[in-house]
């Protein structure tokens, strides 16, 4: 008799701890995944907002060089746009398939000064606007979800 109480009890303990472990490893993944993004996106806004300012009178093949070695090392592709929507520099050719006015949140910064920030295609675009220069980082959000599972 004590010996079936016995094994209900262990029983019903492994599957309580088992059920609070499942919902701990859910919550705790999503909050882990909503503090990279926020992370993530506070860096490109950082990054933007510095590069805008170091680029303001840098020529094109100047620009391109810096853009291409920046882009390396954070793992994002740079865009910069003058204020008319035409592109001044890139560090990738990709960048090409993404105009201006494709990202409503960047492109408003046409307008207005500050950060702009928008997510198409599992992508984020983050951008900034220094004096005629808007400069749009992208950064694949597959590449957060590589860092998250390092």
Same mark, same amino acid.
């Given at each position: 008799?004590?010996?079936?109480?016995?094994?209900?009890?262990?029983?019903?303990?492994?599957? *309580?701890?088992?059920?609070?472990?499942? *919902?701990?490893?859910?919550?705790?993944?999503?909050?882990?995944?909503?503090?990279?993004?926020?992370?993530?996106?506070?860096?490109?806004?950082?990054?933007?907002?510095?590069?805008?300012?170091?680029?303001?009178?840098?020529?094109?093949?100047?620009?391109?060089?810096?853009?291409?070695?920046?882009?390396?090392?954070?793992?994002?592709?740079?865009?910069?746009?003058?204020?008319?929507?035409?592109?001044?520099?890139?560090?990738?050719?990709?960048?090409?398939?993404?105009?201006?006015?494709?990202?409503?949140?960047?492109?408003?910064?046409?307008?207005?000064?500050?950060?702009?920030?928008?997510?198409?295609?599992?992508?984020?675009? *983050?951008?900034?606007?220094?004096?005629?220069?808007? *400069?749009?980082?992208?950064?694949?959000?597959?590449?957060?979800?590589?860092?998250?599972?390092?």
């Amino acid at each position: 008799m004590t010996g079936r109480v016995f094994s209900k009890l262990l029983l019903s303990f492994v599957l *309580v701890l088992t059920i609070c472990t499942a *919902v701990l490893d859910f919550s705790i993944r999503r909050i882990m995944d909503r503090a990279l993004h926020e992370q993530v996106e506070q860096s490109l806004a950082g990054e933007a907002q510095f590069l805008a300012s170091e680029l303001g009178s840098m020529p094109p093949e100047g620009a391109q060089k810096l853009l291409g070695a920046i882009s390396s090392a954070s793992h994002a592709r740079i865009a910069v746009f003058r204020i008319d929507g035409s592109l001044y520099a890139s560090s990738d050719s990709m960048e090409t398939h993404y105009p201006l006015d494709a990202l409503p949140g960047i492109a408003a910064l046409r307008n207005r000064g500050g950060i702009g920030r928008e997510v198409r295609n599992d992508t984020l675009f *983050v951008g900034a606007r220094q004096g005629d220069r808007i *400069v749009r980082l992208s950064y694949p959000l597959a590449q957060m979800q590589l860092a998250r599972d390092l």
